[in-house]
């Protein structure tokens, strides 16, 4: 099936707001040290390899011109996220990041309807301002900092480019799709933006980060970072590019935020001494928001 309908759309959605929510956790097991880029280039590339079988039942289809220089515009969304995040994180505070994060669905919308793949549709704002307030109170609730760790400056505003990035990605890949630029086929689609969005970080990460620092790799950082490439970057992108295919970039991205919530979830099942009442006014928004955004 090439585009799935809309119900199957957002259940795929939830899928990949449950495995976004849970990889986060899993990152952290990660040895200390070793080079973020360089091990996101990584991962791009197994899950670009992770993509193959279903390429090769889509027939290898090879991109015309048009389709190259578009998937190698996604590349660079997704370089220009990547690669500013982790400029970013030693730079910007973790509730900053969190905070500029949850922009993504509106942003998407803004760039949706520019591009003319977004229709206007204000009750969807309102959704994505619940979902946004709801995703704030958890971000806080979950003690990434306070409200003086919350800074805006050029450091800050670079990472912000990079999510100005992130919303373009499925915005590109929904324009094109509909000017049949990019292949009707997700599993290509991801295939390609992923190949070359590995290509890209890595020749960032080459550039910044010395390349012996991946001996450092033990045997469990490798079995992570297959199951990283596999499920975090491979899955959640085809799902990712198979939800463009059936629904618009800014409910899309309005899965973000979700992530939170699942987050917190993971927390609660390891901490369960951290659950209060704080939690609950941004996770009710938070339901709140999907209930609706899955109705309109």
């Not at 973020?36 to 590339?45: E, N």
Request: overall charge positive; charged content about 10%; hydrophobic content about 60%.
């Amino acid at each position: 099936m090439t585009h799935p309908r809309a119900s199957s759309a957002h259940a795929g959605m939830l899928l990949w707001a449950l495995i976004v929510g849970v990889s986060y956790p899993a990152v952290g097991l990660l040895t200390d040290g070793l080079p973020p880029l360089l091990l996101t280039a990584l991962r791009f590339a197994i899950a670009a390899v992770s993509m193959l079988p279903l390429i090769w039942q889509a027939g290898r289809q090879l991109p015309a011109l048009p389709g190259i220089l578009l998937y190698a515009i996604l590349g660079l969304c997704l370089a220009g996220f990547f690669g500013t995040m982790f400029w970013a994180a030693h730079r910007v505070t973790a509730l900053t990041m969190a905070a500029f994060s949850v922009s993504v669905p509106l942003l998407a919308y803004g760039f949706g309807r520019a591009l003319g793949v977004e229709a206007p549709a204000y009750r969807l704002l309102g959704t994505f301002t619940l979902g946004t307030i709801g995703a704030l109170s958890l971000i806080f609730a979950q003690g990434a900092g306070d409200a003086a760790d919350l800074r805006i400056g050029w450091n800050e505003g670079a990472f912000f480019l990079g999510c100005v990035a992130l919303a373009l990605y499925p915005v590109l890949s929904k324009w094109g799709l509909v000017r049949g630029i990019l292949s009707r086929d997700a599993a290509v689609r991801t295939f390609w933006s992923l190949f070359v969005g590995a290509i890209l970080i890595a020749a960032i990460g080459l550039i910044y980060e010395p390349i012996t620092a991946l001996s450092q790799m033990r045997f469990e950082d490798v079995l992570l970072v297959v199951y990283l490439g596999v499920f975090s970057s491979g899955a959640t992108f085809w799902l990712l590019q198979r939800g463009t295919g059936a629904l618009t970039p800014g409910t899309v991205t309005a899965y973000n935020y979700l992530v939170p919530f699942v987050a917190m979830l993971v927390l609660f099942a390891t901490q369960t001494d951290v659950i209060g009442w704080h939690w609950l006014p941004g996770s009710l928004l938070v339901m709140v928001a999907m209930l609706l955004l899955v109705r309109e």
